[in-house]
């Protein structure tokens, strides 16, 4: 079981930055791909970002390339998402994901997620 707790979420104007992250339960986090997605009032979840387990590869979705990084401290068991030149768009509540398989975090589907903490970006 992995237990993930997610923070650093709140309000920030357009343009700012904002720096979030998901701490994780357990020993074994460095066996794991993570990823960040976020899910706006009436619209699906989406995929923002992931990284592999050792945090040489990572992924990043066309909407927050050039603006957004994710990266992983393995010795910390977390993983951030810094967030740049944030858009009224990037509003969203921003939710820590964790599997084994990284395919499976990539599509949405990983076995553990965390609660969640809300961005909000005024104009």
């Not at 592999?52 to 993983?79: D, P, W």
Request: include cysteine; hydrophobic fraction near 35%.
């Amino acid at each position: 079981q992995v237990q993930l707790v997610e923070s650093g979420g709140g309000l920030v104007q357009a343009g700012g930055s904002l720096r979030l992250s998901c701490a994780a339960s357990g020993r074994t986090f460095n066996t794991y791909a993570m990823g960040w997605f976020r899910q706006a009032p009436g619209k699906e979840r989406e995929f923002v970002a992931a990284i592999e387990r050792s945090g040489t590869s990572t992924y990043l979705a066309g909407s927050v390339k050039g603006r957004f990084t994710i990266s992983r401290e393995n010795g910390k068991n977390t993983v951030y998402l810094q967030m740049h030149s944030l858009k009224p768009e990037d509003t969203a509540v921003y939710y820590c994901a964790a599997d084994l398989s990284r395919e499976r975090v990539l599509r949405g589907t990983g076995d553990y997620w965390g609660q969640g903490t809300q961005v909000t970006v005024s104009s």
